[in-house]
């Protein structure tokens, strides 16, 4: 079986998955199953292409961006350049397991919707969008992918939020919808001054418009177009504020994947679509995304100190986390680039478990809010270990997952952009001032009657919450077998920097 | 050797991981040795490495386990470093560890988290051997989180109390602020020596330019300070002993908290090359000794007594290490390691036969109560006194022999807190054990009663300790012998005594004399307590108003900006701006026509024809 049939096959499992949920939605019971199978089903693919990617003999890679082994094309429609291209690499290649991960746990994890077929329908799209813009190798078919998450989000947001999930999907909509506008303009853009240029049909494929040869000033404007669609999925400051709301809005698997993978879209994009692509462009836009991802750090890590709800923290959390992950993306290192990658796979799993965590306990207390919230350490010990390790881990304490990828930005960036990095690193104080702060107030001290009365997780919910820990613990310890696959695709894609920027 | 130097490590972390599994399966007292048992394998461990290293020529072996990290040019490796320096680490680290561990099983029976007390306990042992063992920083700095986060669990271990859960993040949030400066540090050495490995580092010391090394010391300093609590950071520390007692012996006195100092002897091939970094090091140090000392006079909690004693003591270390005496740094730490465990384990015993009673004001007359912690007590008070010839008195002396040599203000500021640390402590002596018995409201009609064998003994094993510590330097007879072993190829430790004889004597004879000073005028003044003496000022027992005036120069100032960008910049100003937009974007579409669709087409189709228009202007200019 020739490798790339098996990422078809990651984009076809969950959309039948999906169809067959709602053909058996009659069926008590059945949209959970399928969900269930169609995610499981999905992860093992995803470990499957992990692990032939593993052993395909990456070491080899060398000049341009290859997607080794494991890419296919077939041009659909020639006059408009519409082609079905899809490949791997060592930055995308975790992304996509990231994605099944995910998706498994929120359609397992998060209970209170996972029996109605439409919402178990409209996840399993989402993964199919998600790990589809993932795997594009193609511009405009990345962009379908990219708008294909929209639809899943926004229903999951307006169908099954909270109180005020109308308002909630509408700025998110109207955000995202205003971002892709400018990733639309750009790629068609860049798709015909690189046909202007270079002459031959009008194609977007990624290898193609890499060497295309445009101006330097056309090319910062559409790093622009681009990055503003990314910081706008991302969340990079100031284009964040649908990002609380919707988070703190949607149901627990909703805020999972906005946070987990969405988020991911955006940085992901920024570096694959923007950084690597448009390389020639980075050196002039470099000291405003500096800026914003530091400023992104400062003021999500003050937002998430004085937010009154435990969903709104996780939200202003991943403000500044994004944060250190678009500095290690525009940090033009190497080490910057590859932190950045593994930033982005273990915030997902962080900012998941958070999520998740927090759904466990908004069902047993019926609320986020940290002000009703106490003393939950002692009638639920379990709970409170787990939200400990997490919250570990999303400080960065070495040992846990967050550590080496956030210290390799620092040590990357720094390298090549002392006083950005200098000022982000004061974040590490700040993660620990605002989590630590809401873990006193929510599971320390003495609780109430409400609160002494919660019981611990049950057998299930802690089964659900085993692959964070793991992931959070091994890939503090042993990170290699991932940093070991990224490596190789980063090197040959971003120039060592040997020069030192004293700026 | 190898293989004993792995097991130093790793056993506490076998013992952690089995307590994990087993939970409370197990009973009480099971736990309770087989965290003890681990660490004293640990213990035995460490000593058959150090033989194994005597033995060796070159005294110096690196144990390679795996690879951890290699990126770029950052190639990181979990690998242990064993060398003089980190053996005699590791010898009082699990030394005392094993004492305060049997001390806890005894201390801490019947507390409802029992065993979650031990798993901390050897995960924080483990931790704080990563630390002194690692190869490089990066590991290092593994350890050092890790002790950290242990120190933050065990300092919140009442955590239904809030002061002891605040305490806890106070804590962990002061050392993150030492942590930013070790960061710093390393991106400064990993960008001039490409590398985080101590060896590289210090045989490529000569890449760093005077300035570099400057910032990299000072960074070094920042992150000693958090762990090692010095000025600007000190003021976790006394609020640290919420924690149980044994912890405040073991990670608030004898070993967590000497990391600082330990660091910078590690790296003092680094701190030789800048002048100016050392003398920060050194005024850091002897300011920190000496407020601290101020106020310990005027506290009347005796776990605050012991810690703001802590402090000045690393204090004494950090100042050493700034004069550029390392040997006498270790072998101060070392000395203090034992007599301060002791005091700490003492005033456990103490609190212990007082129902948990802190407060000096209703103590008093023990002295007959407790016939085991009494006299070990008195070792230990005359030992931080620096009374001859128990172990304080070699290893202050030689700290201030040292910083005599380096600089005479600051010897001067030594001696005068030499002279507060006699008058604190046995102030706290004579509060304790002497006098009348203050506490019959708290023990009601029986009497206090001696703590049980477990808890008695590690106190006469540090007593004999501190009493004998002393030959491990006495400066006359071997002569540098701490000084000579730590002399090793990582580490050029060797002390810069240069005076003479005759000078030695006379340092001596001062010492002496200021010991004597702080003593006769803590016995005259609190001879009797009815009235109490009017000898603690607000000012001191507040500690210097420290909090309040972090509180209010930092504290305040940012909650309120962090408020205002929440209350105002997020949902005005930003927020703001773009349904601004939205509002401009909905009156001009109505402007054209007047639309019945919803928002969301609403929007959708304004934000399309914008688009469009974009695109146009795009490609018009393009071509």
Known sequence: ?503 | MAHSSLLIALLPLVGFVLMLILGRSIPERATGWLATGAVAASFVATVVTFFSLLSTSKREVTVNLFSWLSVGSLHVHAALLVDPLSITMCLFVTGISSLIHLYSIAYMHGERDFNKFFIYLNLFVFSMLILVLANNLLLTFVGWEGVGVCSYWLVSYYFEKDAAASAGKKAFIYNRIGDVGLLLAMFLIFQTVHSLDYRTIFSHAGAFSGTVATVTVLALLLAASGKSAQIPLFNWLPDAMEGPTPVSALIHAATMVTAGVYLLVRMSPILALTGSGRATIAIIGGLTAFVAATIATSQKDIKKVLAFSTVSQIGYMVLAVGSGAYAAAIFLMVSHAFFKALLFLGSGSVIHSLNGEQDLRLMGGLKKYLPLTFPTFLVGWLTISGVPPFAGFWSKGDVLTNVYEFSKPLWILGVLTAVLTAYYMSRLFVLTFRGNERFRELTKDHDPHESPWMMTVPLVLLAILSIAGGVLDLPWIHHDSIAGFLAGPASDLSSLTHAGTNAQWVLAGVDIVAALIGLLAAFSIWKSTTPWPKYESSFLERVWRWDDAYDAVIGRPSTELANFAGDVIEPKVIDGAVTGTAVLVRRSAEGVRKLQSGFLRHYALGIVAGMAALVIFLLMRSW
């Open chain 1, 1 to 503: 079986m020739h490798s790339y049939y098996w990422i078809t096959a990651l984009l076809i499992v969950p959309l039948l998955g999906a169809i067959f949920v709602l053909a058996t939605k009659a069926i008590e019971g059945a949209a959970f199953v399928i969900g269930a199978v169609s995610a499981t089903l999905e992860l093992a693919l995803a470990l499957v292409v992990t692990f032939l990617y593993a052993h395909s003999g990456v070491a080899g890679l060398s000049g341009s961006l290859r997607f080794v082994d494991f890419s296919h094309r077939s041009v659909l429609a020639p006059s408009f350049g519409l082609a079905y291209d899809v490949g791997l690499d060592g930055i995308s290649l975790f992304l996509v397991a990231l994605s099944a991960i995910v998706i498994l746990l929120a359609l397992v994890g998060a209970r209170e919707r996972r029996n109605e077929p439409a919402f178990v329908a409209w996840m399993l799209l989402l993964s199919t969008a998600t790990i589809g813009a993932f795997v594009s190798r193609d511009l405009l078919e990345f962009f379908l992918f990219f708008e294909l998450t929209l639809i899943p989000s926004y229903f999951m947001i307006a169908g099954w939020g909270g109180a005020q999930r109308a308002q909630a999907a509408l700025k998110f909509f109207i955000y995202t919808l205003f971002g892709s506008g400018f990733l639309l303009v750009g790629m068609i853009y860049l798709a015909f001054s690189a046909q202007n240029q270079n002459g031959g049909a009008l194609s977007f494929n990624y290898s193609v418009l890499q060497h295309a040869s445009i101006t330097h000033s056309s090319a910062v404007w559409i790093f622009v177009a681009f990055a503003i669609a990314f910081a706008v999925k991302a969340p990079i400051w100031p284009l964040h504020t649908w990002s609380p709301l919707a988070y703190a809005e949607a149901p627990t698997a909703g805020s999972m994947v906005l946070s987990a993978l969405l988020a991911k879209l955006g940085t992901y994009g920024l570096l694959r679509y923007c950084v690597l692509l448009l390389p020639s462009a980075l050196h002039t836009v470099q000291p405003y995304l500096l800026t914003l991802a530091v400023i992104g750090i400062l003021y999500g890590s003050a937002l998430a100190a004085v937010s009154k709800d435990l969903k709104r923290l996780v939200a202003y959390s991943s403000l500044a986390q994004v944060g250190f992950i678009v500095l290690g993306t525009v940090s033009g290192s190497q080490i910057g680039t590859s932190g950045a990658v593994l930033l982005m796979f273990n915030h997902g799993v962080i900012t998941a478990g958070f999520f998740l965590l927090i759904g466990m306990v908004q069902s047993r207390r019926g609320t986020a809010d940290i002000a009703h919230l106490r003393g939950l350490q002692r009638p639920a010990p379990v709970l409170a270990a787990l939200f400990t390790v997490v919250m570990m881990a999303s400080i960065g304490l070495p040992g846990l997952s967050g550590f080496v990828s956030e210290f390799l930005v620092l040590l990357g960036t720094f390298a090549t952009h002392r006083w950005w990095a200098v000022v982000a690193a004061t974040g590490v104080i700040f993660a620990a001032l605002y989590l630590l702060w809401a873990y006193q107030r929510v599971f320390h001290g003495a609780p109430d009657e409400d609160n002494a009365a919660i019981s611990d997780l049950e057998t299930k919910e802690r089964l659900v919450l085993v692959p964070i820990v793991i992931l959070v613990v091994v890939l503090g310890v042993f990170p290699r077998p991932v940093l070991d696959r990224i490596n190789p695709t980063v090197h040959a894609n971003v120039p060592a920097s040997t020069s030192v920027s004293t700026k």
